[in-house]
């Protein structure tokens, strides 16, 4: 078992990380280059990261100990945990330029002391960068693999606002490494801290490939609901729902993701699906699976904005309000939010946009409000981005109004109308020649 850990890197894991850590009753020291978010954190403990289950493991006794330099943090570290950022290049594929950054200076200390580290890689990397790129980094620097240092890629699956459950109940823990030592290390210590857990030991390039299998494949399950979706719209007595529940009673399926609603988004499946189109062009392999997969996710986000030409053209609505904008509930992340793009599309069209978010506290190109009621007193309709708890007082609003509900969360007898599903637009549907003219122009725009 590891008496002393180092976490480099606080942010939206890194933090949760360093806490989850601490459970284990070892010395977690931390660090991270934001000095902003490091005093933040010190003084309200990850409160901005609405993240369940966080405050239990802030008050577990066992705090974090934030140092200014990395070779202060990583002094008396056994095992090191990376989890910072790789950002995606232009090409699809992930930068390993911060991690390299802080290998650098991993190495200076390693040499200074002459002490051996475990160096455990969180953070998603391309595949082949392990050995390819950061094993060559540490040996340029005049050490020695599985000697003087010790790798392990060890991603963690985890979706923002529910960090901490997924990290407290892993369906299994991925493990890459090259060396014994320290798989069985990083083995023990993961046997002290679960009961029983499902550790799966690979080669480097085989981590790093099933880590990004296993997203690209929740794309598909998303991708396959809304082509399902498709399929179902145009038949009055064919309910997506209950066809797409049906389907994942099959325990070959499972209900997991099957589910009718809006494309994948976020900051990683979007990004793991290119990643994975990379990887397969710089190794010659036939790979039409990524972009079909794109194909239907671009296709429903499309469906999106002519519904909401439609709406304007044939129903005359001037207003639009959301009940919520980030791409999911409990997180203040929106990258590549399809929520986002709608209002992009909406302010292009001149209509007025009203949001409710709880989670964010960044500034859009729409009017943020504060009650369900105003939202519902400003908007002719509200879409709901996504489940969540805290939007369902708007069922106790007594004025009706219309809600564009693609999760089939609230009950028809409350409302004026709801809709699910773009067959329930036709009603104001005619034929408009422009509507696509207006979707390419758009795009065109925003790209």
Known sequence: MFRNIAVIGLGKLGYPMAQFLSSSGAKINCYDNNKNLVDDLKKNHGDHLHEIGLQN????????IFHNSIADCICDAEIIYITVPTPSKLDGSFSNEI???ILAEVADTIKKQKKSKIININSTVQPGSIEGEIIPLLENQGLKNNSDFYILYNPYFVALGSVIRNLEEPDYLLIGSSSIYAAKKITKFYNSLYKNPKIRLLKFKEAELTKLLVNTYLTTKISYSNFVKEICKNFDDISDLRVLESVGLDKRIGTKFMLPGGPYSGPCLPRDNLSLKKFCLDNNIQNSFSDEVQKINNITIENLYKIISTLKNNHKI???????LGYKSNTQCFEESYSIKMMNFLRSLNIDVFYYDPYLSEKFNATKVITFEELTSKSDIIFLSYIDQHFNPIIQIK????IWDLWYHFSDSRFNKIFHKESDFKIFTTKEPDINQKIVQFKKKVS
């Open 99 to 101: 991690i390299i950054q």
């Open 399 to 402: 004025q009706k109004k219309n």
């Open 318 to 324: 001037k207003s639009f309000g959301f009940l919520g």
């Open 57 to 64: 493991l802030v008050n577990n006794n066992n705090d974090l």
